[in-house]
């Protein structure tokens, strides 16, 4: 049996890797050419703690308040897009609590599931720094205090193990550094490690078991007959422009924030749209942050290794682009201090007085990528309505990595006929 996955970031070689192991002979058709995607500038958070969906009571205000500040960590890009338009209405309908109450339990499950198999595959031979240190959600304000203090509760009763902290012992448990916030929530199920690394390691590995590999592979078309795809037709960039095409008995879509556009070429309908997220990774002489934390108010993620500190935020939303929006990459970076004094002082946080300092010195070490958004919140994973033999993997905005062991472990169960490790009717991509 012969599978074609499209998309060459962790969730399409995971899928690889658990669709191989079923005994299915893999071809990854990649964009690009399998060193830069979404899957290398994350934050490495295997992340259990992060439950509930994006469409929630409360973000869509949240969101215009932030619009009017260049330094926030979120923007939309005012274009006229009936793409963004469609997506933005089924996301506004979706930002209910009963929506959050639906999804809960089917992420945690997802989750945890990841994190598990993601530890497993150090058994296939692989290093890339797994480290079970919880992640710590910070807050300074009495209002991110209280809404944090609800999500520990319905974490809590998922069963997740999670601990309040107070200052005084996020100072103890961060001494060097001093934590200037009113406490936190120590979420002690998460885990992390270093993604680069995993997608390096995990290329090779997929290699050594027969995997074919067709970088900068686009995608232009698909050939169907009687509701199933025959042929997947594409263009192998950097060569004579010849269109290829590729026959198979399955065919995977797990190409991130460009799904939704191929869904369409094959006559399905993905309401999808791009997150661009920025992160900069910074060397350090020694490493002085014990925990990966996230600042809840300037929503800021920070992830230590060994010699490297990674920094990440920021959610554009609208049509993919190159563009750097200088001052939220600015903004990410003044926060640090404000949160851990201990950083005031380090020459990543110095000299940020103004726009062309910071692009100087920055320009190097600013990574974007784009997540790619569901309208509700959850990935898609499942076959698609019309298209007997194409499963759907994408959708998983931020939590690409925290979820993509076990989506490729759901994928290559659904594509066998068993089972499912875990229920999956809360991700069918025919939910719209």
């Known amino acids: 049996m012969k599978a074609t996955v499209i998309g060459g970031g962790v969730i399409g070689l995971s899928t690889a890797l658990y669709l191989s192991e079923e005994g299915w002979d893999v071809t990854i058709l990649e964009r690009e050419n399998l060193t830069d995607n979404c899957s290398f500038g994350n934050m490495g958070y295997l992340s259990p703690s992060h439950f509930a969906p994006l469409a929630q009571p409360g973000v869509i205000s949240q969101g215009i308040a932030w619009m009017f500040d260049a330094k926030s960590p979120f923007y939309v890009r005012p274009e006229l897009n009936i793409r963004l338009l469609d997506w933005g209405i089924k996301f506004f309908r979706a930002c209910t609590a009963g929506n959050v109450a639906r999804a809960v339990k089917p992420m945690v499950d997802l989750l945890l599931l990841s994190k598990t198999l993601t530890a497993d595959w150090q058994k296939l031979g692989m290093d890339f720094q797994y480290t079970e240190k919880g992640c710590i959600n910070y807050f300074q304000t009495e209002k991110y205090e209280r809404a944090e203090l609800e999500n520990v509760r319905m974490g809590r009763d998922l069963g997740l193990n999670i601990e309040v902290i107070s200052r005084e012992q996020a100072q103890l448990l961060e001494p060097v550094l001093k934590p200037n916030v009113r406490g936190g929530a120590w979420y002690k199920d998460d885990a992390h490690l270093h993604p680069n690394t995993l997608m390096v390691q995990l290329q090779h590995l997929l290699e ?225």
Request: charged letters at 20%; a positive charge; aromatic letters at 8%.
């Open 208 to 432: 050594k078991r027969g995997v074919i590999f067709k970088k900068n592979a686009l995608v232009v078309g698909f050939e169907k007959n009687n509701r199933k795809i025959t042929q997947v037709r594409f263009l192998q960039q950097g060569t004579a422009k010849e269109e290829q095409e590729i026959a198979g008995d399955l065919v995977v879509l797990a190409a991130g924030s460009w799904s939704d556009a191929l869904a369409k070429m094959a006559g399905e309908y993905l309401p999808m749209i791009p997150g661009k997220g920025y992160s900069m990774t910074v060397d350090v002489a020694q490493q002085a942050l014990r925990h990966p934390c996230i600042l809840l108010e300037a929503k800021v993620a920070i992830t230590p290794w060994e010699h490297r500190l990674r920094i990440g935020s920021t959610m554009e939303i609208g049509a993919i682009n190159n563009h750097i929006l200088y001052p939220r990459v600015q903004g990410i970076l003044e926060a640090v201090p404000k949160f851990l004094p201990g950083y005031a002082q380090d020459a990543a946080f110095t000299a940020l007085s103004d726009e062309e300092s910071l692009k100087k010195q920055l320009r190097e070490k600013v990574w974007y990528g784009f997540r790619p958004l569901s309208a509700d919140g959850l990935p898609y994973i499942g076959f698609a309505k019309h298209t007997s033999n194409l499963i759907v993997a994408t959708g998983h905005a931020m939590l690409g990595l925290s979820m993509a062991a076990a989506t490729g472990k759901l994928v290559a169960e659904l594509a066998t006929n068993k089972p499912t490790t875990i229920p999956v009717a809360a991700f069918n991509p025919q939910r719209y």
